[in-house]
């Protein structure tokens, strides 16, 4: 089958022949359709150091997808060839303290699809049965392609109250994208988005956001007085993994503010300790999906009226991959979509 795999000492993925994926017992075999282009996928493609370590190439990367099964394994119930369905990213050990009691979503043994084991940009992808979500008939075949990322969105912006809340959300990719849309579908008063991008600045007054700045133009503050504002932020969502983004996000959060961080930096931050102490703000770190709740809550917010589509902004075919990398690296894009189909 064609797939795009990972090379050790080189910048780009090479477009190649490879073996159709073993099934085991407890495995679905997919047809791939539509993929997803993740910042990830875009660190692994430039080969930047994170990559260096945690990619075992060669390696089929890629794990933003949706296909229809085509078989499964002899222990497998309640999926069958036909299934429209996309697939949960991170395969948990099932053993530890956290799988045994249903937190697997904080398993300290996971592994990546597309990092540390096969991935989706290929004909067919294999996944435990354990790892596959069967897409609801209502949700729509592209954003079905990009649940991981709509997960990790839905994840970050629902880990605290939000009802009635004025939320700061600081990255204005894709997924800081998606997550203004999930706030203001979960009734947030405010909504503001902070991103130098001018282009993802638009995307996400698209995608919802009260307000939108130019954070090296305009002084939050500033904003929360446009706003009437009078106490800060009561909720942060921190998409970047910039320092002074979280540093102005620590600084504008009202006492008792909540932060909820998914944003990885690539180095060490120091921010105001004593801003997180005396106005007794909470830092919760964000990572994944939480298995499958996380997966129910988005099929139902998108049956209730929420719509994320206009995050996808550009689609090319699988064997226009090196366009396709070019500008999701741009920053003058969306989510961008591989179609295999």
């Not at 022949?17 to 679905?28: C, Q, S």
């Not at 990619?55 to 078989?71: D, K, M, N, S, Y």
């Not at 996380?294 to 719509?307: I, K």
Request: hydrophobic residues 45%; glycine residues 10%; aromatic residues 8%.
């Amino acid at each position: 089958m064609r797939a795009l795999v990972k090379h050790a000492d080189e910048i780009g993925l090479r477009l190649e022949d490879v073996p159709e994926p073993e099934v085991g017992i407890n495995d679905v075999l997919i047809r791939v359709e539509r993929t997803g282009i993740c910042g990830t996928d875009v660190h692994i493609w430039e080969w930047h150091d994170w990559a260096k370590e945690a990619v075992a190439t060669p390696l089929v990367i890629g794990h933003e997808f949706v296909g229809r099964i085509v078989a499964v394994g002899s222990n497998v119930s309640d999926f069958y060839p036909g299934d429209r369905v996309s697939g949960e990213g991170h395969v948990v050990c099932g053993r530890c303290r956290h799988c045994l009691a249903g937190r697997r979503h904080l398993c300290a043994n996971a592994k990546s699809v597309g990092v540390q084991r096969p991935g989706a940009f290929a004909e067919l992808i294999a996944l435990p049965m354990a790892n596959v979500w069967k897409q609801w008939d209502h949700v729509d075949d592209e954003v079905a392609a990009i649940f991981d990322p709509f997960g990790n969105a839905v994840h970050t912006a629902l880990s605290t109250e939000i009802l009635g809340e004025d939320v700061l959300i600081t990255g204005a990719g894709p997924i800081g994208c998606m997550a203004a849309a999930v706030v203001r579908h979960a009734a947030a008063r405010f909504v503001v988005v902070s991103e130098p991008n001018a282009y993802r600045r638009e995307l996400a007054a698209k995608l919802g956001a009260t307000l939108v700045v130019d954070p090296r133009e305009r002084h939050l503050h500033s904003v929360q007085e446009e706003l009437g504002m009078v106490e800060g932020f009561d909720v942060g969502l921190e998409m970047s993994g910039h320092p002074d983004a979280l540093r102005t996000m620590v600084a504008n959060m009202a006492h008792g503010g909540r932060i909820a961080m998914l944003g990885i930096p690539d180095r060490e931050i120091a921010i105001d300790w004593n801003a997180v102490v005396f106005d007794m703000l909470t830092i919760r770190g964000i990572h994944g999906r939480e298995m499958y709740e996380t997966w129910y809550q988005m099929s139902v917010m998108l049956q209730s009226g929420l719509d994320v589509k206009p995050v996808i902004t550009h689609r090319f075919r699988w064997d226009s991959y090196e366009e396709a990398f070019a500008v999701a690296a741009s920053g003058e894009s969306g989510k961008i979509l591989l179609e295999w189909i």
